[in-house]
């Protein structure tokens, strides 16, 4: 089973800034099948990324998906209050599909 | 609108039983694999089962397999989880969740989540 290991746990960010999340497998992930996902408190996740780099549906441009093999990165390019949530990356190019265990995006 | 919603969760006794239920509507059902996952009071997500759309395959979590039991009725356009033998570390919020698969490897496939309903609360405690 793959690890998938989020850093930092907490990111503490102003609005308007630049956020940079990275998501590190404990083995090469096949074909970049890395996806990310937001929740907010009380919230279902929604996807944000799939494949590594492709936004999903509706997803604002200022989220971006980045890596390969065993590093990934998500970056928000200028956080908007909406953005202060839970972000988690999933890879699905291993059975079973594992998650990582999050990092917090909070307001400085 | 793809919406997905869940229902059957509670307060139930070590051991015991439950059956979840998610109504699916805005997508073609029958042709759309569907997962549970579920996330732990204050926890992370984790994978717990998912059925391709022809209801033929399953796959489980080694935490689960033999106790749980995912099955869907296509023309209710509902999916549900059979939940037996619960423990204390299954209590958890359960997603439904709508799945994409990107490849299938022999019989196995190969997924990522794209659509979530809001979650149903499983409590297990005595």
């Known amino acids: 089973e793959i690890v998938l290991t989020q850093s930092p746990g907490t990111l503490s960010l102003s609005p308007g800034e630049r956020a940079t999340l990275s998501c590190r497998a404990s083995q090469s992930v096949s074909s970049s099948y890395l996806a990310w996902y937001q929740q907010k408190a009380g919230q279902a996740p929604r996807l944000l990324i799939y494949g590594a780099s492709r936004r999903a549906t509706g997803i604002p441009d200022r989220f971006s998906g980045s890596g390969s093999g065993t590093d990934f990165t998500l970056t928000i390019s200028r956080l908007e209050p909406e953005d202060f949530a839970l972000y988690y990356c999933q890879q699905y190019g291993h059975s079973p599909g594992t998650f990582g265990q999050g990092t917090k995006v909070e307001i400085k | 609108e793809v919406q997905l919603l869940e229902s059957g969760g509670g307060l139930i006794q070590p051991g015991g039983s439950l059956r979840l239920s998610c109504a699916a509507s805005g997508f073609t059902f029958t042709s759309s694999a569907m997962s549970w996952v579920r996330q732990a009071p204050g926890k992370g997500l984790q994978w717990v089962s998912t059925i391709l759309g022809s209801g033929g395959n399953t796959y489980y979590a080694d935490s689960v397999k033999g106790r749980f039991t995912i099955s869907r009725d296509n023309s209710k356009h509902t999916l549900y989880l059979q939940m037996d033998s619960l423990r204390a570390e299954d209590t958890a919020v359960y997603y439904c969740?709508?799945?994409?698969?990107?490849?299938?490897?022999?019989?196995?496939?190969?997924?990522?989540?794209?659509?979530w309903g809001q979650g149903t609360l499983v409590t297990v405690s005595s």
């Open positions: 969740a709508k799945v994409v698969i990107t490849m299938l490897r022999g019989a196995m496939p190969f997924y990522y989540f794209d659509y």
